[in-house]
T-cell receptor
């Protein structure tokens, strides 16, 4: 099955600890993205990567870090510097269609709770 | 900053009715308008998308209407069913960007009553 997997589905951490969220895709997509979603809110972009070994900050990158060592993988680390880390985290990847537009697909998400 | 404004924030429709969600964008360079459907606790799923060279696209009970002059596009759900109850997001690609980044609307929570 082709798709995007995120693990774990639920994650609990104590305040002050760093935590890494996994995102893997087997769609052969070049671009990958991390979003944060708070209850009743829209999607806010944290980081994105268009190619291996390159990534860019999104709108809310402070307190987060990423790496892109492989095309298939784009892990997100939520550091202790992130003031309000409890949220639903979504990974996505995209492919450029022959029309020139990008189609973006999402993983199932990881719900992070920090206490 | 580019924006996509979505309305209404929430919507209640009776089973069998038509659900209509609207989005307005600010820049004519947008060239692709997808809609996503998200169920609670799940990731958004690409529902339907339209390019501005057509005014309407229909897939089953879901139709996107596009009004280029008004800079608006809308999602119509015909014969709405309780299983359609979800949050819907419109989106548009970031202007002058070759990154695939999307600008999302704030979302509309749809409840279809049986």
């Amino acid at each position: 099955d082709g798709g995007i997997t995120q693990s774990p589905k639920y994650l609990f951490r104590k305040e002050g600890q760093n935590v890494t969220l996994s995102c893997e895709q087997n769609l052969n997509h070049d671009a990958m993205y991390w979003y944060r979603q708070d209850p009743g809110q829209g999607l806010r972009l944290i980081y994105y990567s268009q190619i291996v070994n390159d990534f860019q900050k999104g709108d809310i990158a402070e307190g987060y870090s990423v790496s892109r060592e492989k095309k298939e993988s784009f892990p997100l680390t939520v550091t202790s510097a992130q003031k309000n880390p409890t949220a639903f985290y979504l990974c996505a990847s995209s492919i450029r269609k022959t029309s020139g537009s990008y189609e973006q697909y999402f993983g199932p998400g990881t719900r992070l709770t920090v206490t | 900053q580019q924006q996509v404004k979505q309305s209404p924030q929430s919507l209640i429709v009776q089973k069998g009715g038509i659900s209509i969600i609207n989005c307005a964008y600010e820049n004519t360079a947008f060239d692709y308008f997808p809609w996503y459907q998200q169920f609670p606790g799940k990731g958004p799923a690409l529902l339907i998308a339209i390019r501005p060279d057509v005014s309407e696209k229909k897939e089953g009970r879901f139709t996107i209407s596009f009004n280029k002059s008004a800079k608006q596009f809308s999602l119509h759900i015909m014969d709405s069913q309780p299983g359609d109850s979800a949050t819907y997001f419109c989106a548009a690609p970031e202007l002058l960007s070759n990154t695939g980044k999307l600008i999302f609307g704030q979302g509309t929570t749809l409840q279809v009553k049986p």
